[in-house]
């Protein structure tokens, strides 16, 4: 009985004293904001865009219209996706964060996909929707 508890002891001695812990996270953003411009003379680059010189950022450069309008939905798929991102809202460039609206006709379907890093919200307005996820 002893010898398999000194056993335990050491075991778990060395287990502590081998492992570290660790600890994992993107990065902090370098700045608030980096509103992504398609220019090449602009100096700052960050996360694949060029940053837009914050003295010239407007109010339009955070704002998106069109989500509230509902899509066309006679396709195969019966659905349609409005999605917005860094490319057509370029305030989002270094947030991580985009939107999407999904609009469904009855039995439409939203085809398999991934998000990479990423989380994923629904929301029902209307009617029922059946959802799953895979890991």
Not at 22 to 31: E, G, H, I, K
Not at 56 to 81: C, E, H, I, W, Y
Not at 121 to 131: D, E
């Given at each position: 009985?002893?010898?398999?508890?000194?056993?335990?002891?050491?075991?778990?001695?060395?287990?502590a004293l081998a492992?570290?812990?660790?600890?994992?996270?993107?990065?902090?953003?370098?700045?608030?904001?980096?509103?992504a411009v398609n220019?090449?003379?602009?100096?700052?680059?960050?996360?694949?865009?060029?940053?837009?010189?914050?003295?010239?950022?407007?109010?339009?450069?955070?704002?998106?219209?069109?989500?509230?309008?509902?899509?066309?939905?006679?396709?195969?798929?019966?659905?349609?996706?409005?999605?917005?991102?860094?490319?057509?809202?370029?305030?989002?460039?270094?947030?991580?964060?985009?939107?999407?609206?999904?609009?469904?006709?009855?039995?439409?379907?939203?085809?398999?996909?991934?998000?990479?890093?990423?989380?994923?919200?629904?929301?029902?307005?209307?009617?029922?929707?059946?959802?799953?996820?895979?890991?």
């Amino acid at each position: 009985m002893a010898l398999s508890l000194k056993f335990l002891v050491v075991t778990t001695a060395i287990l502590a004293l081998a492992s570290s812990p660790s600890t994992a996270s993107d990065p902090s953003p370098l700045q608030d904001f980096c509103v992504a411009v398609n220019d090449s003379k602009a100096t700052v680059f960050v996360n694949g865009k060029v940053c837009k010189d914050p003295k010239l950022v407007t109010a339009d450069d955070f704002f998106r219209s069109g989500l509230n309008k509902p899509g066309n939905t006679s396709n195969q798929l019966g659905s349609v996706v409005t999605a917005v991102n860094v490319n057509n809202l370029p305030g989002l460039n270094t947030l991580g964060i985009s939107v999407a609206r999904i609009d469904f006709a009855r039995r439409g379907l939203n085809p398999p996909h991934t998000h990479p890093r990423g989380t994923e919200v629904l929301v029902v307005l209307k009617g029922k929707l059946i959802s799953s996820f895979s890991t």
